[in-house]
């Protein structure tokens, strides 16, 4: 009896030995011994092992870059999707197209009291990797917007700009969300940053603040982990990270002031306190210019009403099924989350309920809720 258990408790940690050893990303094969490899699954960011064959293979799924090896979607131009990115991949066109027409409304909502995105004349299309690289052979493309996931060109067209706006098939869909934000500020750039700014307007702060509207959506929709991924990636070399910065001191509304009239041409890694140097165009010396310095500007903008210093319901624009609140310096919808202006300062809140002459709010990171009213002016 006592060589029965002893057989039997053998089993049970050999069971569980077996169920702790570690099994290649790629293939699915038992890694005991030898060498090991290890990748970043780059959806995930999870650490995944491989074995020395599949640590080798060129078929490497589009979205999360590890090998594929059964089950896998190929793509026309030849990309390949894993089984489990296949089914969040943007693979239908219409979809596709829905989804940008969302972004392009949620962006609206979002920054209507901030600036106007194009809409009516920007031409979307999506395309795969041949398509969007052969733009780059265009001459006369080297200085668009080289993001391989997306383009935009911006040309006048009968005494206004046209936009041909072509976004990468078969991304993620919240990376699809962002990229479309992404191009639409290139849209918006076009239009309303003059061509003497656009020349000392740096390419990482251009590209950087395209990067800050596109988290401002992610963060508007609570998509935690695509707002990771925008700050994690490298290409505005710092500059999204110091935009979120002046974001979060000043306001979105410095920010435009910055993009559209200032001094420099990136960000200050040191102080960001320079988004505030801004030009001032002289009405009455023609094109002459000089600069602003922040004292300057604080004066400049003495007269413009401060924030207050709490929570003011200031209007409600009431229907049964689409009530609206406006609070402080922000217009929210119902369970909408967003940041306002309070002070000198920023403060994250949602709007949990909205009626006739009040709103409910709470505080991002307290548990409890206040009950703002309408004021008697």
Not at 342 to 358: K, M
Request: aromatic fraction near 6%; include cysteine.
């Amino acid at each position: 009896m006592r060589v029965i258990l002893l057989l039997i408790a053998g089993l049970v940690f050999a069971s569980a030995a077996r169920a702790e050893v570690e099994h290649c990303a790629g293939c699915g094969i038992e890694l005991l011994n030898g060498t090991v490899y290890v990748v970043t699954d780059t959806v995930t960011t999870e650490k995944k092992q491989l074995c020395p064959a599949c640590s080798k293979s060129v078929e490497v799924c589009f979205q999360c870059g590890l090998p594929v090896k059964t089950n896998q979607t190929t793509l026309p131009d030849g990309r390949l999707l894993c089984e489990r990115d296949a089914k969040n991949a943007m693979l239908d066109p219409d979809e596709a197209k829905k989804v940008c027409d969302d972004v392009k409304d949620s962006l609206d909502r979002l920054l209507s009291r901030f600036m106007t995105l194009p809409g009516t004349n920007v031409e979307t299309a999506v395309v795969d990797r041949v398509n969007i690289l052969q733009l780059f052979k265009v001459p006369g493309n080297d200085f668009q917007c080289p993001m391989v996931l997306g383009y935009i060109q911006s040309k006048p067209r009968q005494g206004r700009f046209h936009h041909d706006m072509s976004l990468l098939s078969a991304l993620p869909k919240s990376q699809f969300k962002a990229v479309c934000a992404h191009e639409f500020t290139h849209a918006w750039q076009a239009e309303n940053i003059s061509a003497q700014r656009m020349r000392t307007l740096g390419h990482d702060a251009s590209e950087g603040f395209c990067e800050l509207i596109a988290w401002l959506l992610m963060d508007s929709q609570h998509d935690e982990a695509e707002m990771a991924t925008i700050r994690r990636n490298n290409y505005t070399r710092g500059q999204i990270d110091l935009f979120i910065d002046a974001y979060n001191r000043y306001g979105l509304n410095e920010v435009i002031d910055w993009m559209k009239y200032g001094v420099d041409a990136v960000l200050n890694k040191d102080d960001v306190n320079n988004v505030r140097r801004i030009e001032i165009v002289s009405r009455t010396q023609d094109s002459r210019t000089r600069e602003t310095t922040a004292a300057e500007y604080a004066s400049l903008t003495a007269n413009t009403p401060a924030a207050p210093e709490t929570l003011i319901l200031r209007g409600i624009t009431w229907t049964r099924n689409h009530p609206l609140a406006l609070i402080n310096d922000r217009t929210f919808e119902t369970q909408e989350r967003g940041r306002v202006h309070v002070g000198n300062t920023n403060l994250l809140i949602r709007c949990l309920q909205i009626s006739t002459n009040f709103a409910i709010v709470q505080v991002d990171g307290t548990p409890a809720s206040q009950t703002l009213f309408l004021q008697d002016n």
